[in-house]
């Protein structure tokens, strides 16, 4: 976010130092930026025309017989314009700062919102409330809740392969100290899942749940 003081600070210097009514332009005051341009323009080019006539009545004089016109009046209209418009640029440049350093005129910094509270889960060995249970079951539609076990019925090619994900099973199941039943009939192996020591459900029911079911997923693609 642009700093209203450090803007208003470069317009000045435009107007003072480089170009009256540019850095009034930029302020956004259209208007006033653009009558100082035009004045100091008409400025400038009076100030030419008085340059270019001096020069050609000097060299005239020098290598011709050329009579002399008064034109110090162009050089003066052109210094008086020129002056205004700084002057008047100036006092934009002033008025800009005042502006800029009144209390408020620097909005305040723009704060992203609040991170929203951290969401509180039930720990691994405690039992679920019916809520959980309910919400933990709406992510794994393939699996059946029986009072307090969770089940699903697996069904391979053949009993190679079924072996093959039993294996896999087994192997998580000790490492997370969490064994579910299993019922192995040739090509097809049913998972029982509950947690004896917390009384029914527990998220290990469910984290291993949805291992399983990822592994099943693995083998079957």
Known sequence: MKNPADTAAKNALLNILFF?????????????????????????VMLVIWLYNVLSQYYGQMFGDVQTAPVGWIGVTGGILFGISWLWASVTSLS???????????????????????RTFPAANMKLDEAD??????G????????????????????????????AVAEAAESAQH????????????????????GGLTEKDFALARYCDGVASGILA
Do not use: C, Y
């Open 20 to 44: 009256p009514g540019l850095g009034t332009l930029r302020s956004g005051r259209r208007l006033a930026g653009a009558a100082q341009i035009v004045i100091v323009l008409a400025g400038s």
């Open 96 to 118: 800009l700062f005042r502006e800029a350093s009144r209390p408020g005129a620097v909005p305040p910094p723009v704060l992203p919102p609040p991170p929203p509270p951290p």
């Open 133 to 138: 249970i309910q919400g933990a079951l709406a």
């Open 140 to 167: 794994l539609p393939q699996w059946r809740r029986n009072g307090d076990i969770i089940s699903r019925t697996f069904q391979f090619k053949d009993f190679v392969v079924a072996m093959k994900f039993v294996n």
């Open 179 to 198: 064994h579910p039943d299993v019922d192995i009939r040739w090509n097809k192996v049913t998972l029982a899942l509950t947690t004896h020591d917390a």
